[in-house]
């Protein structure tokens, strides 16, 4: 949704087809412990996703990829995704963009037995930086600021707010 090493280019809403937000992947520092890990987002085949394309200038573009890349190195769950290129659709026409997409050893999201199971690894998380339902409020509060509704994570979040 975003990155503070993107905040000085513009955004635009963006459809990225034949993808999907998923809850695929583990925050064991951030949002989790290792005993109690916090379900996080990636992108998974089937479907689509609206998201925010970043207008970079040629000339920032190597500096970028690297300072997304680093961060990503340094992510607790970065090993998970890989980047790639994809045709983004934008209100001006198609765009070629980067993506991270959930590896495929990730990407099919079948970390808990149930609906209820997921829930609970949800309320129960509590990292450095917040609990699980945190997690998911932080969430919307960035489809929001962008006006994207996302269905499966509104849903979610209808049944987690407090």
């Known amino acids: 949704m975003g990155d503070n090493a993107l905040r000085h ?6 459809r990225l087809g034949g993808y999907r937000r998923s809850f695929n992947h583990l925050s064991t520092r951030r949002w989790g412990t290792t005993e109690r890990p916090c ?14 394309a970043w207008a970079i200038p040629r000339e920032d573009e190597k500096e970028v990829r690297r300072t997304l890349e680093r961060r990503l190195e340094d992510h ?11 045709t983004v659709e934008l209100a001006t026409g198609r ?6 997409l959930s590896r495929p050893e990730h990407a099919d999201g079948a970390r808990w037995t149930d609906a209820a199971a997921f829930e609970q690894a949800l309320r129960g998380a509590h990292g450095m930086v917040g609990t699980g ?11 929001d600021l962008w006006r994207i509704d996302d269905a499966m994570v509104r849903s979610l979040w209808g049944k987690l707010k407090p």
């Open 39 to 52: 379900p996080t987002l990636g992108l998974s085949p089937g479907g689509e996703c609206w998201g925010v």
């Open 95 to 100: 765009e070629e963009a980067w993506v991270w």
């Open 133 to 143: 339902v945190e997690y998911v409020r932080t969430l919307i509060h960035a489809l």
């Open 9 to 14: 280019y513009k955004g635009h809403p963006a």
């Open 76 to 86: 607790e769950s970065g090993a998970e995704y890989r980047r790639t290129t994809a």
